[in-house]
């Protein structure tokens, strides 16, 4: 046994004295805290318990596109018009002890805490109703210490100033449901087209289950994960002695009658642009979707209204009605990458997938403009020559082959120039040319041009088999219109918040990416598409809309069994198109491989009525002469066919053609260059003007 001395003894005495004291210190201030937090908290009084403001959108001339929450409807109604089921489910499952507690369940919190420190991981929420509340009401929910003490000053005040049927009702008033419902009576009448007093049991215990992660537990997002939920919180109401096991068995097999989507009312103005502005609002300014759509933010968009109702009616007038194929389609301008209007689909409440931003489709031929401007800055001109013929390619050594065929199976059969290859849209000559280069070096230019997707390491690259966004494309084509600047698609021009000041303006200065001269060169060799003086052993690709078209153009279309792509600009604006199924399903008939053209071309042409002819203007370190398209030579007076071409100075050709002139007559140059009596009066003008 262990003799305890006096020494010891008093050492002990000591300690434990000392102790008691900073304990009873510890406590006096913090009791000093508390009162001081409380008497703040009843000094500032009671908080509003007002509904907050709904985000507006504007378009690009000042008018108002629609509130982000996209038609949903925010309605304030007293607790004793709230489904006494959806009450007692809510308070079941996400604040048991809600009646007992000061704003703060201590016991909750002690287990969260355990349960994350045994998981080392966030696994378990201990948030009151009250701290939700007060987090909807007045706070971002970022997740930072700041927010945090200031979320539990609120709930104080909260509890301090309101019953708690006051606050149970601002809580199911201001709750999210999802699909932009807030509060329990938008979202009775979301799902259930009835008023939130009309809810059954199996009806209230579902609508309980969502607001801890609508995108999750909605039943039109995922109905086998809510019902899951249901379940869930049916068996919390049997444990709390709220129902019975019979009845909350009974109500869980009961089938329920929700309202048709298509009922529900979707954004009058360009619902596919108000979800773009949604995702770039998240992206840009870091803010969750609810404080997005209740702080009253005012949010300027770069949607151009007559330029959106111009392609959304070309859409519904170039396609049959009783065809089922889908449509993604982007106009920007080219100079800021301000997207002017965006079509996602055919029916936004058939389907709300994006498929110019989200979808992810084969491109094409669409992806030669890419190859050949990296052929342009390596060394090729439009007088390049290569053959064209049936040809199988061998790569890895030899290890591997792949035949690749031109459109109905046309091939010139002999040598034709870069110039006619991309009007044509030659397969052999763009898989040569890829092949040439190193297959690395198309992957690294589309990088350049903004393509994110992932590109495949293959010779058929350079047909486009490697799935892409229309929206990347479009930002490519974007930048060959800009003389090579970095842009990317944008949909806001500046963000407000409730009290006027600016919080995001979207300001970029333009960085040169792309070689100016060769980007120049590479969007002239495009307007070949719609020139018919580059026929030679089939129509140029453009021959069919032709006809519609008023003023140059820079263009490219592309198709596979399943997608038909049509991307093009003039100076002043970019437009690219994308037709096809959403679904294993090839485009058949004739008529809709055109449509993606067609629709193009109306829009393009109705879009730039009322806007000057703009030239598309080289810069200094091209040259124009005119050539003989078919050998690449300098056309002489002799020279039936003559196009006029962009060279980067000093690669031009020298030597002209001799091809069509008679035995022995000597090669001259022409006195001018040689006028072409056919060409339109627009081309004559902007020939001039170069």
Known sequence: MEIITPRRLKITIKAVRAAIFIGLILFFIASIVLAAILLAAKWQGAPSLSVQQSSIMYANDGSEMGKTHHGGKRYWVDLDEISPSLIEATVAIEDRHFYDHNGFDYKRIAGAALADLKAMAKVQGASTISQQYARNLFLVHDKTWKRKL????????????????????????????????????????????????????????????IPKAPSLYSPFENEERAKSRQGLILKTMVNQKIISQKEADQTYNEALSYRSVKDVKTADIAPYFQDAVMNELSKKLNLDQTTIETRGLRIFTTLDPDMQKIAEEKIADVIDDASDIQVGFMAMDPKTGSVKALVGGRDYAESTFNRATQAKRQPGSTMKPFLYYAAVNKGFTPSTLL????????????????????????????DITLAQAIALSDNIFAVKTHLYLGMDELIQTSKS?????????????????????????????????????????????????????????????????LNKEAAF?????????????????????????????????????????????????????????????????????????????????????????????????????????????????????????????????????????????????????????????????YKKVLRWWD
């Open 521 to 681: 060169v590479t969007s002239h060799l495009m307007t070949g598409m719609f020139d018919e003086q580059l026929n030679d052993y089939t129509s140029v690709t453009g021959h069919t809309i032709i006809p519609k078209l008023s003023r140059e153009y820079a263009g490219k279309s592309g198709t596979t069994k399943a997608d038909s792509w049509m991307i093009g600009f003039a100076p002043q604006l970019v437009a690219g198109i994308w037709t096809g199924y959403d679904k294993d399903k090839t485009i058949d008939l004739v008529a809709e491989r055109g449509y993606a053209k067609q629709i193009w071309a109306d829009f393009m042409e109705e879009a730039l009525e009322d806007q000057s002819v703009k030239a598309f203007n080289p810069p200094k370190g091209v040259i124009g002469v005119y050539i003989n398209p078919k050998t690449g030579k300098l056309a002489s007076d002799d020279c039936p066919v003559k196009r006029f071409a962009y060279f980067v100075r000093g690669t031009e050709p020298t030597e002209y053609c001799t091809e069509h002139l008679e035995h022995g007559k000597q090669s001259e140059p022409p006195a001018k260059a040689p006028k072409n009596q056919d060409e339109t009066w």
């Open 387 to 414: 053959r064209s013929e049936p040809y199988t390619f061998k790569f890895e050594d030899g290890k591997s082959s792949y035949k690749p065929g031109n459109y109905n199976g046309y091939y010139a059969n002999g």
């Open 449 to 513: 041009f903004g393509v994110t997707s992932k590109l495949s390491h293959v010779p058929s690259l350079a047909l486009g088999t490697s799935p892409v966004r229309l929206s990347e494309m479009v930002n490519g084509y974007g930048m060959l219109a800009n003389g090579g600047k970095r842009i990317e698609p944008s949909f806001i021009k500046k963000v407000e918040d409730a009290e006027g000041n600016v919080i995001y303006q979207n300001e970029k200065e333009q960085e040169q990416i």
């Open 150 to 209: 200031t979320e539990a000053f609120y709930t104080v005040r909260l509890e301090l100033n309101y019953s708690k049927e006051e606050i149970l009702e601002g809580y199911l008033n201001t709750i999210y449901y999802g699909h932009g419902a807030y509060g329990a009576e938008a979202a009775a009448n979301y799902y259930f087209d009835k008023s939130a007093s009309e809810l059954s049991i199996s009806e209230a215990t579902m609508l309980a289950g």
